[in-house]
C-alpha cells in the first residue's frame, strides 16, 4: 500500500489527512482514509514535508503551515493504534528523507529562517533517542526489525538477490534491499480528467523498475 499525508487543496490550504492507496485480489485500486482515533491529538496540518517509515510507524518530518514561520513538530503516527504522537524536531521543508537501520537522514531543501536559500546539509535524526522516553513507540520499531530478520530467513534459499546492497555504519554491516517493480498512477487535470475512465484502477500500474525511463518518452 502506498500511503500519504498532508498536502494542499486546490487553494493552497494545508491539510492533515492520511490516505492508502490499496489494491484488491482482483485488481481493482481504491484509496482508504486512515482512521485517526478518537479525543486525542490531531497531527499539524501541513505541506512541503517528507514521510517515512519505520515499521509500523509512519514518520512526519519538517515542512510548512499556512501560517508563515510557524515550529512545526515531528510527528508519528502509529498504524496499529491510530494515534499520533508529537516531537520536537528541525525546521525544514521541500527536502527528502530516507532511513538506515533506526536512523533518518534529512537532506536538503529550506529551513524557515531563510526560506529563500536552499541548503545542502544532510541532518540525522536517532529514532533510539528519539523514542527514548516513549517506550510503546520504541519497542514497536525495535520488533519491526526483528520481523523483517525472520522474514527475510538465511538467505541460503534461491540465492542472492542481485538488488540486495550491503551498507556499513558505525562498525555494522546491514543489508537492504530495492524494489523491482514501481506502482505508477496517472495524474489529470481538471478538464482532462472530464475525458477519462471512473474505474480508478485503470489508472494505475505496476511496471519493472528497468522500464520506469521510457515512461517519461
Sequence with gaps: MMVIFGGRTSDSSALNDTWGLRRHRDGRWDWVPAPYKTNTDSPTFRYQHSTLFLGPLMIVIGGRTNTVGEVVPLEVYDTESSEWTSFTSLQRFRHVCWAV????YIHGGFEQDTPNIPINVISTIDG???????EV???KMKNSEKKDKKGSGD???GGKNKSQYKYKAGGGEKEFKLAHTAQIAHCYSKEESNNTSEDFSKLVRQISIDKLLEESK
Design 155 to 157: 538467505g541460503k534459499a
Design 101 to 104: 537501520g533506526f536512523t533518518m
Design 137 to 139: 513507540l520504541y519497542e
Design 128 to 134: 533510539d533517542k528519539l523514542f527514548a522516553n516513549h
